[in-house]
């Protein structure tokens, strides 16, 4: 249903319930007071009719229609346009959804068009029909309320954004293969919601000086101050996740790069050990190799062997075989292999 809920106020209280736009129209005429018009994604032709009635200014009404727009201010002659992006934390999804709110802000009239289920406008209305005082401060009373409880709803975010950061911290130790996706995408929301919050402070500000000089908007400038006060808590926490972030992306670079440090000295101690073994294998097998290679000789069955028939042909053979394993140690022990 596009229309959520229109009323015509007169000084803080709700006259009557118009059952369209064009009643409300004609009670406004009517009446010395001012219209609240809550749209929920309205079509175009809806835009179309407050838009005319009220004389908003084309490039405003573009916009509205195009939707995605960043949040911002801008005054038209004597109505303001003002763009917020609400924040929402889904816990079953552990993200954050992100809003749409477009307000024109004018002398007799405030219409509110939502694109998203945040903010929760009908609490604002309530809230601020519970207050009379307040709401006959007119639209610029609609304005402040809707700022608040835009404000008010990103404190969930901050938290929810808290306890995953934490989470991130944990994992950063616990060779979470994951870990560095979950970075990169608590990254992009954060910068998201940066996206969101910054502006809102400008917004606040320059809303508070333009009510510098009105002496009858003094508890409203206090009010909206407030708001400011929280909107700046807010871009400083958001400011904190995003360097908390990055450093949690560097420590987790850096840990990568030392496990990839630590499994390569593993590998070469491994490969140094290997290779001390295959030296002293490799030296045993010369050694043995000697005495083998002059068994060998003088174990061929051959008639003609020049040593067969001297007295001293044996112990010749086996001081070779003594003398050449020890010549082969003494190399290999000078060199280290053995």
Known sequence: MPIVDNAVYVQGERTTNPDSLQSTYELLRARDGF???????????????????????????EDTLAGHQRPKMERYGDTLFI?????????????????EVHLFIGPDFAISIRHAESPNLGLVRKRLESNPELLSLGPRAVMYAILD?????????????????DEIEDQLFGDDPSVSQRIYELSREVISFQRATQPLVTILTELKNQLRQDEKALELKR?????????????????????????????????????????T?????????????????????????????????????????????????????VGLMFAMGFALYRAFKKRGWL
């Open 35 to 61: 219209a609240w018009i809550g749209l929920y994604r309205p079509s175009p032709e809806e835009i179309h009719s407050v838009a005319e009635e009220f004389s908003l200014h084309h490039l405003a009404v």
């Open 149 to 165: 409880q835009v404000v008010d709803e990103y404190v969930p975010v901050v938290n929810g954004l808290e306890i995953d950061i």
């Open 265 to 317: 000295r593993t590998l070469t101690e491994t490969s140094l050990q290997q290779g001390e073994q295959v030296k002293r294998i490799s030296s045993w097998a010369a050694i043995l190799f000697a005495p083998t290679l002059v068994g060998t000789i003088y174990g061929m069955n051959f008639t003609h062997i020049p040593e067969l028939d001297w007295l001293w042909g044996y112990p010749f053979a």
């Open 223 to 263: 009010d909206i101050r407030d708001v400011e006060d929280h909107a700046i808590q807010v871009v400083e926490r958001v400011d904190q996740f995003r360097a908390l972030l990055q450093n949690a992306l560097i420590t987790h670079s850096t840990l990568i790069a030392q496990r990839q440090n630590d499994e």
């Open 83 to 99: 763009v917020l992006r609400p924040a929402r934390y889904i816990d079953l999804t552990e993200q954050v959804e992100f809003g």
